[in-house]
């Protein structure tokens, strides 16, 4: 075959690739533009969101990640490459990059603060997970279905709060307790906290906020200008996660008493 010949044949394959790419992300965008301009459209009773209150936290307790973990069956694998969390604990610098951290008082930057999926108004990961395996419900909680998963780990760089693990091995070697209510996953798939979906669905609260007995967590409805989220918010001065992404973060923080 002639070396022009074989280029003509090279462009042309790689031009059917690129048109082929091209209208598979143009059904993705638009199946992703009906599902936000159905939630938008129908603007939903209950917004869920929840009040870290950092001035309750007490340093070294981590009673409301591992009930979290034991109950979701997140996995310890006991390093840090195969780390799956769904609610941790990290620096105030970490957590919080877009603020100013000169002349912090004494010891802040280094502070321990509880971290977990946003559950945003514009979530960066919906919108770029090419199988709807990651999805927002009506009520605003970021939800995802394991089995639609592909293991792209398109979400995981969508997401600008490092809020998704993905399961470099199988999760089930390392649990050291199954808890049979909540599925396991396989290895190859993203995972995330839901909220405690499956407990609201029921009419209870997240397991986080149950576990922590200092008050540390207030859960609730967002649009209930009467709800207790909401009259906290207006008595206490908040912070969260990186606004000017305009992702619309759902999870606030109460740094001082």
């Known amino acids: ?134 999805f927002r419900r009506p009520d605003g909680i970021v939800q995802m279905d394991f089995h639609r998963c592909i293991g792209c780990r398109f979400c995981m760089a969508g997401c600008p709060y490092g809020s998704r693990s993905f399961n470099w091995r199988d999760p089930r070697e390392n649990l050291k307790q199954l808890d049979p209510h909540f599925p396991t996953r396989e290895r190859g798939v993203v995972e995330k906290c839901n909220f405690c979906a499956e407990r609201i669905d029921q009419g209870l609260n997240p397991l986080c906020q149950e576990a922590c007995k200092e008050g540390v967590i207030t859960f609730g409805n967002l649009n209930d200008p009467n709800s207790e989220i909401r009259k906290l918010l207006g008595e206490k001065r908040t912070m969260q996660r990186k606004t000017e992404l305009g992702t619309a973060p759902s999870v606030f923080y109460v740094v001082e008493s």
């Not at 993705?28 to 936290?57: H, L, Y």
């Not at 981590?62 to 620096?91: F, L, M, Y």
């Not at 105030?92 to 008082?105: A, D, G, L, P």
Request: glycine residues 6%; aromatic residues 6%.
């Open 1 to 134: 075959m002639s070396e022009s010949r074989r280029k003509f044949i090279q462009q042309v394959g790689g031009g059917l690739v690129g048109l082929s790419a091209i209208s598979l992300l143009g059904k993705f965008t638009e199946v992703e533009a009906t599902a936000n301009t159905e939630v938008k459209d129908k603007p939903a009773q209950i917004r869920w969101g929840m009040v870290v209150d950092m001035s309750k936290c007490k340093e070294g307790c981590t009673d409301c990640v591992q009930v979290c973990h034991s109950r979701h069956n997140v996995p310890d694998h006991g390093n840090a490459k195969d780390e799956i969390k769904w609610i941790w604990k990290a620096p105030y610098k970490n957590v919080f990059t877009s603020k100013s951290h000169r002349y912090q008082q004494q010891g802040q930057l280094e502070k321990p603060f509880l971290t977990l999926c946003n559950h945003c108004d514009e979530p960066p990961c919906v919108r770029v997970c090419p199988t709807q395996a990651t």
